[in-house]
């Protein structure tokens, strides 16, 4: 047994001057959201909320969260993640919002947090890319969105 736990404090850990090697694989997921209602988008507080619920719906690590309400109206949420990042920039006189996800591995799909904000938003349109970065020459791909059940306002 203590053999057993050597050897996986030694894969975890590295031993002597090996240092872990991580993937440089990651998606980045944006899209446009338009006639998103006003108030969905002028209120940074419920957004923020949103933003760290999504994150967590995709099983990424947050490790903080920045949010401005601007003035007269709009937003900005960025939640940091251990992962990478999930934020929106919202006009709530345009019914617009864009948001973005960038995940770096394979344990935590961006995909998962956008479709979970859009079925928050419920934008009348969606327009999205997603690329996936990390493997050499970026490889841009039309994202399938997905809308889920979430808890309202």
């Known amino acids: 047994m203590t053999q057993v736990l050597a050897m996986f404090q030694e894969y975890l850990l590295g031993r002597g001057n090996r240092k872990m090697e991580y993937s440089t694989f990651g998606r980045h997921v944006a899209i446009d ?3 998103v209602q006003f108030d969905l988008l002028n209120d940074a507080e419920f957004l923020k909320r949103q ?3 999504a994150a967590e719906a995709c099983g ?3 490790l903080g969260v920045q949010a401005k309400q601007f003035s007269p109206q709009g937003a900005t949420v960025l939640v940091l ?6 934020s929106i920039h ?3 006189e345009r019914g617009f919002a864009a948001l973005d996800c960038y995940t770096c591995g394979e344990t935590v799909d961006p995909q998962i947090a956008i479709d979970y904000l859009v079925s928050v ?10 690329l996936v970065r990390g493997l050499g020459e ?3 791909v039309d994202p399938e969105i997905k809308v889920m059940e979430t808890a309202e306002k």
């Open 33 to 35: 959201t338009w006639g």
């Open 51 to 53: 933003m760290v619920e």
């Open 60 to 62: 990424a690590t947050v």
């Open 81 to 86: 993640l251990s992962e990478s990042h999930l």
């Open 90 to 92: 919202t006009y709530p």
């Open 121 to 130: 938003l419920k934008p009348e349109k969606v327009y999205g890319k997603k």
């Open 138 to 140: 970026m490889q841009v």
